[in-house]
DNA sequence: TTAGTATATCACCGGCAGGTGACACCGTGT
DNA sequence: ACACGGTGTCACCTGCCGGTGATATACTAA
């Protein structure tokens, strides 16, 4: 039994990665991807079934959002609500800005059905906020409902960034620019929560 | 001389519109335009020279966002700042949820730059926001900021829903998700905005 | 009528896409 | 020595793409 299909599976798939980074999701096919992996595009039939066979086994080898877990033990337990919301959006935005592939996943998301980006989505969903709503620690739904929001907001303003194309002049890819975003948001989110429960 | 020319413009321009908002982006070509147009695609390039010209010239007679001027003189004089800025995001993102047509030319947006996407980018910079800033009707930078990061998360929203996609259960597609949306939105930039100025 | 110009049609090219069949290589178990 | 299955290479098909030249069909101006 020789195990080189393996190491051609990984060739395979590492050069559907580089290609998605490199030439965006646009220029994804079997022969490119070939051609990027250095292999015969006859291997991806053999081994993935299809392109289709391939973005599925890709999605389900890969990890795009790993924030999460960490994030939550981040975060002091006596951290107000507002706040808790705030640094989970900030910092998925955060990761979503150091990942290009995440960020051209994204925009393919929202052009095309496949199985990469169907199980890309389900992935950001859970890795952000359903995790905190399902487990209760931010009881309030409108709380919930603005954070995603202002969440999906900054993932907007990442993905044009990306081809220095700012909406209004907010470059989030430009430092002061991100500092006074977060500034705002912050500020935002503790106004909301307090304006929702003026006693305590 | 005969005018046939600029009835075959039109149909090409037509075809285009057509192309795009019933196959998206991905499908737009020479060959898919002039078969939709129901002409010869030699014309394409004898009346606007390349594919760049005809997508050049397409964002040159369409009009994406005529709300603006309209939107303005239906707010009352009185109305508080926060509530003018709430308005035009909101009538803003309702504009782009008729419009498959913009709703796919902001999905090209986000993974190409040409002539049409730049455009149009322009087109729903300045009709949503900077027509107010660069007027001083809100003069406050922070509610500009927010007011953008919020127009673009419910952007996101419509564009995802568009393909029943929807973040975190919020499907801007159905109208109570919606209400409930622009109430919490319509309650937060209230508090914000008082937040800033608490003693007036 | 005739010459010229604008308009539209057609045939064709090279290139690359997705997809498939045939075959060569090689390690292994018999 | 042999057959066999896993592996990889190659040639080939069909179809669509962007792009171009030659040519037919008007309409116009002299």
Redesign the pocket.
Known sequence: ?????E??KYRILKGLEELITREGFTGV????VAREAG?????I?RYFG??EGLLRAFADEKEFCPLVAGLLNDIPEEAPLYEVATRIVLEHVRALQNSPLAQELACWELSEQNPLTVLFGKEMENGAMKALADRGIIPDEDVITLSVIVLCGLQYLVLRSRNNNPMMDIDYSKPETREKVERVIAAMMKAFFKSREPLK
């Open positions: 039994m020789n195990k080189n299909s190491k051609t096919g079997v022969n490119a292999v015969d595009k006859v291997l039939y299809s392109m």
